[in-house]
């Protein structure tokens, strides 16, 4: 299948990032690996809700828990997937700039939502000497709430290559399927924030 | 590339070649040779063990080494050497059963390749660097959290490597099945292999995460310190039970439904008759799946879940033996009637039936709660799973590989000596495990390092080594037949069989790099059956011959799959020196390095031009 690469600007296909086979191939692949990622944390949740009460006479979720920070955390994250569709709608247009403008946004606000994450462990394992080893609640807390760190991490990485890598050349057929991709995995990160809000610190709050 | 200018190129070149292909067809040979080396390490483990237990009190090896043969015997079969080879199948085959030039993504077919072969590289070097894993091939807490050494981390890494990329192999398979048939290749005109192949990479897709979940878990409990299974801090070991057999279920359908594919393309074409019930098999194997991911629980009847858990996954399990029934049926109406021809493709399909059959009704059984507390961890729980995967998963796979060879190597394995290994392997099989029902019965546990004299089990267990040993003779058979055929045998055509219904016999064996010079027009079910009947030699194309454009190799897979192999080391050893440290951070620089460095430099591959193409003869 012969494609070209470089745009005709009198003939714009209508979404650049699944007009290519490669692209929709990408498409389609990481709509199946997001699939893959749904049963990855279904497994985390399902460990961490069997193991909450078993705090072994530390700290409990309740001791810890404080919502203004996590509510701030979510405020950045939803918004964050809010800036990544204005990108991706003005992608579509074939409006470079403003991209590039709205996933800046973007990547700023996960950097904060991550420098809150790395401030609330921080303060959860000093001022409550609350960790990863110090019961089965710690373990099950840091490995879902960290995988999802991680998975942030890991997004912010990809958003910033990508924008820095494809800063002087513009859309092409090559690359807007890779920020599509890229937007597609945002939102499920932001996806399984909302459950871990609900889950781990609403439903900690209450019981 | 012509088969003529790949022998003109040296050692290295060739070498070069493999490790940087992303061709399809290629990687398929890799995983099914690679397979089939884990595949001999398994069965010579399996030897041992059935040496060990030939006598009563034997002391052949000793009670450790024997708990390492177990769990290196279940962990190689399983994910080393069964799955690998039928991802083999899936990799080799299936594109060209839907028409197809490759897969969706070539590069992430080579890192998946490579994942695989380190992964159980990295399992086995645990031989010679202070011993294997010892705790089952089902690794439960607490036992493998307290396992000494670093055998179990060996185990945790290896399955964690291999893991990933099978994971990679499944979506790749899902994507290439969706977006790449041919013109006229619906849905419903696909050959079972290549539907078996779309509904275990579902199944792959969803059920490897939660290994990959259980993995972590016990990692971060053996080498990090968490408590995730650690009962003085609130830990509960039973939830390594759960995630294992969420993911171990669908596993065992994972391996059985590409082998139901296999013998689903093999019976039509040797009894001349479209497979009967196509639209049931197809509905079958969705449901198989289906129902596969709600029976992890029956495994665990002994655990004490409750009678209303127990119920539910009991009912569940039974329910399973519909549509495997309504395939058996299939399979035996396909037959009726047919103008049968019996080679040993054919014999291992035929044997495969009874022998599944047998299986499938000690699966029932189990399934009865009440009655798996007398069967639970005997042997007849193993005579059970090896008449499944045996008779099911390893009879296809030698059947595949029989059927399929002229088309994977260009030649034809020998009949005389493929009936030789049938038979030998088959009696073998029978000797060895349906004698060990009654020792399960008799109340044999499995797992036991020796078996007292006078208990009625000595002349059972003799029977099974003795078969054990025939089996063994049946694979040197074929692996002799294998080098014979590669040294001797004939070149074979297109269609060697003369009957092959699907599109992968209407081009050359072996298939060149782009599989269809012109991509095929499919007019049915069986597209070049329908062509024969209607007297065309060939497909009918559905383009004219146009520029191909092609991947491009690249060594990267490897690389990356070097770098994630030293962090894994780095990962076990931190434990004992802090250096290693560096080991795993260096490791992980190199992998997340060369995966910028796949994403930064655009790959566009290449074109094979239309005049070269033309001067090719098909």
Redesign the interface.
């Known amino acids: ?3 070209e ?1 470089t745009l005709d600007p009198n003939n714009l296909p209508k979404d650049p990032a699944k007009s290519t ?1 490669e692209g ?2 990408k498409f ?2 990481l709509w ?2 997001l ?3 749904t ?2 944390f279904s ?2 949740f ?2 961490y809700l ?2 909450k009460n ?3 006479g530390g700290p409990t979720s309740q001791d810890l828990f404080g919502l203004e920070l996590v509510f701030i955390m979510t405020i950045l994250l939803l918004t964050s997937s809010l800036t990544s569709v204005y990108a991706i709608y003005h992608m579509k247009n074939y409006d470079f700039k403003k991209m590039q403008l709205w996933f800046g946004i973007t990547a700023l606000l996960g950097l904060a939502f991550l420098g809150f994450e790395i401030y609330e462990f921080y303060h959860y394992i000093t001022d409550y000497g609350f960790t ?9 807390f840091y ?1 879902l709430v960290g995988f999802h760190g991680g998975h942030v991490v890991f997004g912010l990485s ?1 958003l910033i ?2 924008m820095v ?1 494809n800063a002087r050349r513009g859309i092409t057929l ?1 690359n807007a399927s ?1 920020f599509n991709t890229f937007s597609l995995y945002w939102h499920f990160i932001d996806v399984v924030w909302v459950f871990i809000f609900t889950v781990v610190y609403l439903m900690g709050m209450v019981s | 590339m012509s088969i003529a200018s790949t022998q003109q190129k040296g050692f290295w070149a060739i070498l070069w070649d493999y490790l940087t292909t992303v061709d399809h067809k290629k990687l398929g040979n890799m995983y099914i040779a690679a397979g089939a080396f884990f595949f001999v390490l398994g069965g010579i483990e399996a030897l041992v063990i059935r040496i060990q237990l030939a006598k009563p009190e034997n002391d052949f090896i000793s009670a450790g080494l024997y708990n390492e043969m177990i769990t290196m015997h279940g962990t190689t079969m399983i994910f080393f050497a069964a799955m690998p080879i039928l991802i083999g199948f899936m990799n080799a085959i299936m594109p060209l059963q839907i028409g197809a030039r490759d897969v ?2 070539p590069f992430l077919n080579s890192l998946g390749f490579w994942l695989f072969l380190f992964g159980g590289i990295m399992l086995n070097l645990s031989w010679f660097l202070g011993g294997a894993p010892d705790a089952g091939w089902t690794a439960y807490a607490p036992l493998s959290i307290q396992s000494p050494g670093h055998g179990m981390d060996f185990y945790i890494l290896g399955l964690q490597l291999s893991g990933a990329g099978t ?1 990679m192999g ?3 398979f ?2 290439t099945i ?2 790449m048939r041919a013109p006229g290749m619906t849905y419903m005109r696909m050959p079972l292999f290549t539907w078996t192949t779309f509904v275990a990479s579902i199944l792959i ?6 290994l ?3 993995l ?2 016990l990692m ?2 053996r080498l ?5 299974f ?1 009962v ?5 070991s039973v ?1 390594w039970q ?2 294992f057999w ?1 993911f171990g279920h669908p596993e065992v359908y994972i391996l059985i439904l590409p082998a139901f594919g296999i013998f689903s393309e093999i019976i039509p074409v040797f009894s001349r008759k479209r497979l009967f019930g196509y639209t049931s098999m197809v509905f079958a194997t969705f449901l198989i799946a289906f129902l596969g991911f709600m029976v992890w629980a029956h495994h665990m009847f002994a655990v004490g879940l409750g009678p209303t858990a127990n119920a539910i996954f009991a009912v569940g399990t039974m329910a399973i033996a519909v549509p495997t029934g309504i395939k058996i049926f299939n399979w035996l109406a396909t037959l009726w009637g047919g103008s049968i021809t019996i080679n040993s493709a054919m014999l291992w399909s035929l044997g495969f039936i009874p022998s599944f059959t047998i299986g499938g009704m000690t699966g029932v059984m189990l399934g009865a709660t009440t009655a798996d507390y007398q069967y639970h961890d005997t042997y007849f729980v193993i005579a059970h799973f090896h008449y499944v995967i045996v008779g099911g998963v390893v009879f296809g796979i030698l059947a595949g590989l029989h059927y399929w060879w002229p088309k994977l190597f260009g030649k034809v394995l020998n009949e005389a000596m493929g009936k030789i290994a049938f038979w030998f392997f088959f009696i073998g099989f029978h000797l060895t495990f349906f004698i060990q029902h009654f020792l399960g019965l008799m109340g044999m546990p499995r797992r036991y390092w020796v078996f007292l004299e006078g208990q009625g089990l000595d002349t059972g267990n003799m029977i099974s080594t003795v078969g054990a040993f025939l089996m063994g003779i049946g694979s040197l058979v074929f692996i002799i037949n294998v080098v014979y055929t590669t040294v001797k045998g004939e070149k074979a055509g297109n269609d060697p069989w003369g009957d092959g219904r699907s599109l992968e016999w209407s081009i050359s064996s072996p298939p060149k790099e782009y599989n269809f010079k012109q991509l095929p027009l499919v007019r049915g079910l069986d597209p070049y059956w329908i062509e024969k009947m209607e007297g065309n030699k060939k497909m009918t194309p559905a383009q004219p011959v ?2 191909i ?1 092609m991947p491009n190799g690249s060594i990267l897979p490897l690389i990356m799959t070097i770098g994630f192999f030293i962090a894994s080391f780095g990962f076990i050893y931190q434990v004992d020196n802090n250096l290693w440290l560096i080991a795993l951070f260096g490791g992980m620089a190199i992998a997340l390095g060369s995966m ?1 460095a796949r ?2 430099v ?1 790959d ?1 591959g290449y ?1 094979i031009h239309k005049e070269d193409l033309e001067k090719e003869v098909d």
């Open positions: 299948m012969s494609q690469h086979l929709k191939h389609l692949g199946f690996f699939g893959g990622e049963v990855l497994c985390f399902a460990t069997a193991l078993s705090t072994a990863f080893r110090s019961s089965a609640f710690g373990s099950a490995t990809w290559a990508l890598r090559k890779k | 969706a993504f994971l499944g979506i790749n899902l994507v969706v977006t897709l969803f059920a490897f995460p939660a990959t979940v259980g972590f878990l971060f409990d990090f310190g968490s408590a995730f650690d003085a801090l609130g830990g509960n939830i759960h995630l969420i146009n520029d454009h910028l994403s930064l655009d566009y074109h």
